[in-house]
């Protein structure tokens, strides 16, 4: 059963760092992911932590629809198994419950880091 997980902590707490952690994880037990953030220190399309560590992500802007981007990938042919969502604080309500749809309907895990505040 897919689930949607969102880990939380202060800021410069290592979140960036255990979304990458997470998704190296993943992709070494042979899942295949996608990786989202919004405003990342590093600029747009990467996630980044202040360790040095750094991937290619897309970015998540107000208009962005995570259903529509998955829905596409898939019917292309494509495999998401999950996500990786940094700075989940900036997603709009609707994207979240795009999100909890991707669990739901879809049956792809969700992780997503963020400030509560």
Request: glycine content about 8%.
């Amino acid at each position: 059963m897919a689930e949607l997980l969102y880990f939380t902590g202060t800021m410069d707490c290592g979140k960036s760092t255990l979304a990458l952690q997470m998704d190296h994880n993943h992709k070494a037990r042979g899942r295949l992911g996608r990786i989202f953030t919004s405003h990342d220190r590093a600029g747009e399309s990467v996630l980044s932590s202040r360790l040095g560590l750094a991937a290619k992500a897309v970015e998540v802007r107000p208009e962005f629809d995570f259903w529509d981007f998955v829905v596409n990938e898939l019917t292309r042919g494509g495999r998401i198994d999950y996500v990786v969502c940094d700075e989940a604080q900036f997603y709009s309500p609707l994207q979240i419950e795009q999100l909890a749809r991707l669990v739901d309907e879809l049956q792809i895990d969700v992780f997503c880091f963020g400030i509560l505040t």
